[in-house]
T-cell receptor, first 114, second 112 residues
Framework: DSGVTQTPKHLITATGQRVTLRCSPR?????VYWYQQSLDQGLQFLIQ???????AKGNILERFSAQQFPDLHSELNLSSLELGDSALYFC?????????????FGSGTRLTVV | GNSVTQMEGPVTLSEEAFLTINCTYT??????LFWYVQYPGEGLQLLLK?????DKGSNKGFEATYRKETTSFHLEKGSVQVSDSAVYFC???????????FGTGTRLLVSP
């Protein structure tokens, strides 16, 4: 157990629907990062939150949004889902700021859009 | 901007063979460097790291040395096992709140 908890582990939904992925960071970590991993595009950074504030944005679609709550858990909302959104979505947390700290990853949510 | 380049896979080896996975980076300043491993169906796990030039990170028989002069952080293992079959990601992180920048990953397949 890495200490980063992601739910649900698997999600199957239809095109056009909306889903919410949840992440609880490791105790003491203030930063949360979301990544999308698909077969054809590798590991893509989506967005980062630090202590409730958005810190950095990557290749996140406008149909996707995220937030970090006062208890530091984070949610990634995916709407108007398309077949191409099927992927593994990882959450990671980190001690910030600092260069010497890596991320601790959750085990991911596998999203299948049918 | 910061970037990481890894050798393309898959790398296919027999058990007990020597492993090298090349990683080079481009970054401003003095980044920290990391290797992550992803086993099938799992998330990424930190394998080792190095935070300054000439540091050697090591874990589970894997090693990598931070070479500033060649901007490299190659992963090595003297004798691989079937259980080492996984995808390996090289990554760097610069100062402050900078995110980790990952390479594209290298798949390692070890056969008995």
């Amino acid at each position: 157990d890495s200490g980063v908890t992601q739910t649900p582990k698997h999600l199957i939904t239809a095109t056009g629907q909306r889903v919410t992925l949840r992440c609880s960071p490791r105790s003491g970590d203030l930063s949360v990062y979301w990544y999308q991993q698909s077969l054809d595009q590798g590991l893509q950074f989506l967005i980062q939150y630090y202590n409730g504030e958005e810190r950095a944005k990557g290749n996140i679609l406008e149909r996707f949004s995220a937030q970090q709550f006062p208890d530091l858990h984070s949610e990634l909302n995916l709407s108007s889902l398309e077949l191409g959104d099927s992927a593994l979505y990882f959450c990671a947390s980190s001690v910030d700021p600092g260069t010497g700290y890596g991320y601790t990853f959750g085990s991911g949510t596998r999203l299948t859009v049918v | 901007g910061n970037s990481v380049t890894q050798m393309e896979g898959p790398v296919t080896l027999s058990e007990e063979a020597f492993l090298t996975i090349n990683c080079t980076y481009t970054a401003t300043g003095y980044p920290s460097l990391f290797w992550y491993v992803q086993y099938p169906g799992e998330g990424l796990q930190l394998l080792l790291k190095a935070t300054k030039a000439d540091d050697k990170g090591s874990n589970k028989g894997f090693e990598a040395t931070y070479r500033k002069e060649t901007t490299s952080f190659h992963l090595e293992k003297g004798s691989v096992q079937v259980s080492d079959s996984a995808v390996y990601f090289c990554a760097l992180r610069s100062a402050g709140f900078q995110k980790l920048v990952f390479g594209t990953g290298t798949r390692l397949l070890v056969s008995p």
